[in-house]
């Protein structure tokens, strides 16, 4: 139905009109904001990269020179390095021989590496002559002989300053306690420096400063956004020197977006996984004590948000388009299809018979000029009909009256009166009901001063028909069966309805003779208040081909051919007296055949018409 209509078809053109040009604008708009706002995102975030990076080699290259300047004193007596340098090996000394004792000097350079930066958590120092670990941490000093510790060497290969990804802290193996203090509770990053007996690459002594990552969080921070992105710097190996939101601490990186391009100091790549979506941004760096990455995972939810707004932006005013042509396409539409439903409206009325409807268009285009054409057409069609129907009706009428008024009423009514008085003088009372019956008949079919009676009256009629009848045929073999409601016996029906049904019986049903015939006649009101009226024989029936003969001539409009008073005579007399919507059903077995009536009640059914006795 949706395809076929005008009004569904000219609203979807219309909404069409608008939904495509306005869904290719969002659409392209939204294309060329993506790449647009990736293309400046990707520079932006390269040059904070950048910046970061800057600022990593810096903070790296400040704890590197402050490291380095143990060998500031390599030439003066008593200082941190020639305290360090002039430690032996106890069992390589002289018998008899002291170790100088440097405990203070120590002590107070590592003290003073501990106020240069205030990020710097512990300081370690081992003395590889002597197997010592001189510790500082929260301002105290342990000293402790510590044979079991091995330092940390570079991952890198030679032996040379590095630093150690982030772990959590510890105590380098010395037992020695410290007040307040619990170990492995603090995220901690190492510098790990060999000391040198110079001009020769003998270390001596092993220095490792453990740093909080104060100052590394708030350089990392100023690269990203924590609230959407991710930042990690990494070393060569993949372990995190740091970690948005703590993650992957003192682990190294497995994720299948750290495996970065080789060869190269800078980039991006995309990324698009169930664990990541996104683009992938990395830099290199290169300092004095840490080789690593810089990778920064800008996820696509954040990348696009400008993007998106743009979008719903465009979007929304498409929609708010969108609504202003639907509503129009549906006003134009139903403007345009009102009159064309009106029209069908109206053709409908007259296909069910309403010839006399009209239709409410007032209007000067070509809707108005066809609506007044198709009205002036079926009023026409309407008066043809009415004027052909009623002469046909006038017609039967006449033909009726003409039969009734073929025998002088009187003259049959004075002699019949006699014979029946003669009957009773003889001693003859049968003769006297058979010309009673035939007398009452003749009396109720040639009054003429009415054309409705009661129900009742009609089946007392046939009564006296099937009396004359059964005394042709014999009583034995002839009986007739009356079931009328008390309600459906006052209701007033056209007269000679009933006699020319039950006279078919015997011209067509008993043709062939009578041997237990039964008539039955039933009346009475169905649940829809319609009056219906039976007529039923046990005879032959009907053959097919007859049946099919006689409904096509209840269905037709022109001349049965029965005569007048035939099926169709008493169905048209229904319809133009009672109502349009009476119908005659035929309807036949082996066992016989039946007529149904089926008659539609009004008011004036129920009331005797004006000047019927």
């Known amino acids: ?115 240069l930066d205030r990020n710097i958590f512990q300081i370690h120092l081992y003395v590889r002559a002597n197997k010592q670990s001189n510790t500082l941490l929260q301002g105290q000093f342990r000293r402790e002989y510590n044979p079991r510790y091995t330092p940390l060497s570079n991952p890198g290969g030679p032996v040379r300053p590095f630093v150690e990804a982030t772990h959590m802290d510890h105590q380098y193996g010395i037992k020695s306690g410290f007040p307040n203090y619990k170990a492995g509770a603090t995220p901690v990053f190492s510098a790990h ?39 990690y710097i990494v070393d060569e190996q993949g372990k995190v020197l740091y970690a948005s939101g703590g993650e992957w601490i003192g682990k190294p990186i497995e994720a299948g977006w750290s495996k970065l391009p080789q060869g190269a100091s800078s980039g991006h790549f995309s990324w698009n996984n169930k664990e990541f979506k996104g683009i992938i941004m990395y830099r290199h760096i290169d300092s004095a004590i840490f080789k690593g990455n810089i990778i920064k995972l800008v996820p696509y939810e954040d990348l696009y948000r400008d993007a998106r707004t743009i979008s719903r932006i465009n979007t929304g005013i498409g929609v ?69 129907y009623r002469l046909e009706i006038a017609n039967k009428t006449n033909q009726l009256k003409v039969l009734q008024a073929q025998v002088n009423p009187h003259f049959l009514y004075n002699a019949l009166q006699s014979i029946a008085t003669l009957s009773l003088r003889y001693n003859a009372p049968k003769i006297y009901d058979l010309i009673y019956s035939l007398g009452s008949m003749m009396r109720y079919s040639m009054t003429t001063d009415g054309n409705q009676v009661t129900l009742q009256d009609e089946v007392e009629h046939v009564q006296n028909y099937v009396a004359l009848q059964r005394e042709r045929f014999g009583e034995e073999n002839l009986r007739m069966d009356v079931d009328i409601e008390g309600r459906a016996s006052g209701i007033f029906v056209p007269k000679m309805i009933l006699q020319p049904l039950v006279e078919n019986i015997f011209k067509h049903g008993f043709r062939d003779g009578i041997k237990d015939g039964v008539i039955t006649i039933t009346g009475k009101l169905d649940a829809e208040g319609r009056l219906v009226i039976r007529v039923r024989d046990n005879g032959k029936g009907i053959p097919d081909e007859r049946l099919k003969e006689v409904r096509d001539c209840l269905e037709r409009t022109e001349h049965s051919g029965e005569g007048g008073i035939g099926l169709r005579n008493v169905l048209a007399r229904l319809r133009l007296q009672i109502s349009e919507r009476s119908q005659l059903l035929l309807q036949t077995g082996e066992d016989g055949a039946e007529v149904v009536l089926i008659i539609p009640l009004d008011d004036t059914a129920f009331r005797k018409e004006e000047g019927a006795e």
């Open 1 to 115: 139905m949706f395809k076929h209509s005008i009004r569904n078809r000219l609203m979807a053109l219309v909404l069409l009109a608008a939904v495509i040009p306005a869904g290719v604008s969002v659409i392209f708009s939204y294309l060329y904001t993506k790449q647009s706002v990736t293309e400046q995102s990707v520079e932006q975030n390269r040059k904070l990269l950048a910046l970061g990076a800057a600022n990593l080699d810096n903070y790296f290259q400040g704890i590197n020179q402050r490291a380095l300047s143990i060998y500031s004193g390599i030439n003066v007596q008593s200082s941190f390095y020639t305290s360090i340098l002039s430690v032996k090996n106890p069992n390589a000394l002289p018998k008899g021989a002291v170790q100088p004792d440097n405990r203070n000097i120590v002590s107070t350079q590592l003290y003073n590496f501990f106020l």
């Open 193 to 231: 420096y060999p000391i040198y007996r110079t001009p020769s690459d003998e270390v001596i002594a092993d220095l490792s400063l453990d740093f909080r990552l104060t100052e590394l969080e708030a350089i990392a921070k100023s690269m990203y956004n924590s609230e959407t992105e991710r930042l």
């Open 320 to 388: 708010l388009f969108l609504i202003i042509a639907g509503i129009a396409g549906v006003l134009i539409s139903i403007g345009f299809t009102r009159p064309i439903k009106k029209l069908i409206s109206y053709t409908q009325k007259v296909q069910i018979g309403q010839l006399d409807a009209s239709v409410d268009l007032v209007r000067v285009d070509e809707f108005g000029l066809l609506a007044r054409k198709i009205t002036d057409m079926t009023r026409t069609i309407n008066d043809l009909i009415l004027q052909e």
